[in-house]
């Protein structure tokens, strides 16, 4: 009841994409043209990929093409937490790779760091603070977990602080919170469109070319080159980056790895500063929970409250599915944001939307490399690419240039994740899957057994 009256009246389209401030789109590819490398994709990935291309070698041509506009995929859609990982995340990043962890956490600090100096140098105001990161214990069953990440963080010398139930409330007042971990370094949150507008100006600035509305249609490999059809045009390319993450477009063999699940997100209206009291939050962190299926929150710059995590799966992987525009998937997702914050119930949310997360059993980037080395896709970042987007650029980049940087022989360069199973399987299993992941918690059962099963895929569900 209380969901359906504070969804009364929401926008099924993505708050940050209906910012004041978007550039206008730039004509779409008429015409033949040739270029020494070809961008197809204008996400974050697509967008680092033309700006450090272009740094590195002003003289290269390099052009970009884009479905439909700049951050019309993930980019215009996240919750936009940032963090310093380039593999979701430090426990990720030992379940994977646990040899290269001290190599990753040096490229996850470069990444920032470079991130930091792009945004500084083209000054690019996307609302950015940088509070840290919570990750909040629901249910006292999660304070172990929370304490054991409280330790590995430790030991590799990132600044966190552990807080208890009080003290957890005592930073964001929610019945649920029973604690908290607080990463506070180089993490935080900003406004998504608007970096991904900046970077767009940045890209341009330094010569390189755009087309949006520009789809890539086909693709040849004529031996020194490689031919791109878009809807009006044609490129000949010595060199292709694919930087189409979940869309997995440029070639057949990209979706054996990588599967479109969606991610949905509740945006409220602007909180009054009585209802900020009511919440507290003055340090304005990034928020995850720790709960199977996981929620996150975070606050914007005139104090709305967006508030994320309820998976979908669409056989096909349409991009913008019809259900996604109605009231129905948002539904749970309100009494989820309620049971958090049920101090809040005058509260009514503006904007809904969905955004496709590129979904790969490493839960963080990897490269396909196609054409003898003239082609890569560099993708997969699991919902968690905000930042690691620049990182996949960059060695994306490096690859492609069959560069000797030492970073290109660790495991995450040269190894792929798993195969996931091809549809129909695909589709039946991340039904049960996102069944399974909604009621885990509550009802045990076969759903735990259930998320054991997907976890030996490689997802690292259970
Ligand atoms: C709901 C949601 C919440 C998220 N929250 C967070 C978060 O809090 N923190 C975080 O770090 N990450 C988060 N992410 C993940 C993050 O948004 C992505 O990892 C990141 O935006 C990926 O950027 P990208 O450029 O690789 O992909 P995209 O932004 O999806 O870009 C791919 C582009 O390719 C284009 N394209 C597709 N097909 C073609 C074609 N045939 N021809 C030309 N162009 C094509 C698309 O139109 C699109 O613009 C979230 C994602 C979602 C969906």
């Known amino acids: 009841m209380l969901s359906n009256r504070a969804l009364a009246s929401v926008t099924f389209y993505p708050y940050w994409l209906d910012t004041a401030g978007a550039p206008k789109p730039e004509a779409p590819l008429i015409g033949k043209t040739e270029t020494d490398l070809l961008i197809v994709g204008g996400g974050f990935t697509g967008l680092w990929a033309a700006i450090i291309a272009k740094e590195a070698n002003p003289e290269r ?4 093409i884009e479905a439909e506009t700049i951050a019309s995929g993930a980019s215009g859609r996240p919750g936009a937490i940032v963090s310093t990982s380039v593999m979701h995340g430090l426990h990720n990043a030992i379940r994977i790779f646990p040899r290269d962890l001290a190599q ?9 760091a470079g991130f930091l100096r792009t945004i500084a140098q083209h000054q690019i105001d996307c609302d950015a603070e940088w509070n840290g990161e919570l990750t909040v214990a629901v249910g006292r069953e999660n304070l172990p977990t929370l304490r ?8 590799h010398g990132h600044e966190v602080q552990l807080l208890d139930a009080q003290a957890t409330r005592a930073e964001v007042n929610s019945p649920l ?5 607080w990463a506070r370094k180089n993490s935080g949150t900003l406004h998504p469109a608007k970096l991904a507008w900046g970077l767009k100006r940045a890209a341009l600035s330094l010569g390189v070319r755009i087309h949006e509305h520009s789809p890539l249609k086909r693709l040849e490999d004529e031996g020194n080159a490689v031919t791109v059809t878009s809807r009006d045009g044609e490129i000949r390319a ?3 980056l694919l930087a189409t993450n979940a869309f997995a477009a440029g070639h057949d063999r990209i979706k054996k790895r990588v599967a479109m ?7 409220t209206e602007p909180l009054t500063p009585e ?4 919440i507290g939050w003055r340090n304005r962190q990034g928020i995850y929970d720790t709960r199977t299926q996981l929620n996150y929150m975070r606050l914007t710059r005139d104090n709305r409250i967006l508030f994320g995590g309820r998976l979908g799966y669409f056989y096909g992987s349409p991009r913008d599915p019809e259900l996604d525009r109605t009231p129905a998937p948002y539904g749970r997702l309100a009494d989820a944001f309620f049971r958090t914050f049920p101090q809040l119930d005058d509260i009514r949310f503006t904007h809904a939307w969905s955004g496709p997360i590129a979904l790969t059993t490493r839960m963080a980037v990897h490269f396909q490399t196609y054409h003898g080395g003239k082609m890569i896709y560099a993708g997969g970042y699991s919902g968690f690419g905000v930042s690691a987007s620049r990182f996949g650029a960059e060695i994306g980049l490096a690859k492609l240039a069959g560069s000797e940087r030492p970073e290109l022989n660790l495991e995450f360069a040269r190894t792929m994740p798993n195969v996931i199973p091809p549809e129909p399987f695909r589709y039946l299993g991340a039904c049960l899957t996102m069944h399974a992941l909604d009621t885990a918690d509550s009802k045990g059962g076969w759903r735990k057994l259930w998320l054991k099963i997907v976890g030996s895929l490689g997802f690292p569900l259970s």
């Open 104 to 112: 990753l956490e040096v490229l996850g600090q470069n990444n920032i």
């Open 275 to 278: 209802q900020m009291d009511r």
């Open 238 to 240: 010595r060199q292709v």
């Open 261 to 267: 699940v969606r991610d949905r997100i509740l945006m």
């Open 148 to 155: 054991e990440e409280y330790e590995l963080h430790r030991t």
């Open 177 to 181: 919170f029973e604690g908290a971990l």
């Open 61 to 64: 041509d390099v052009l970009l």
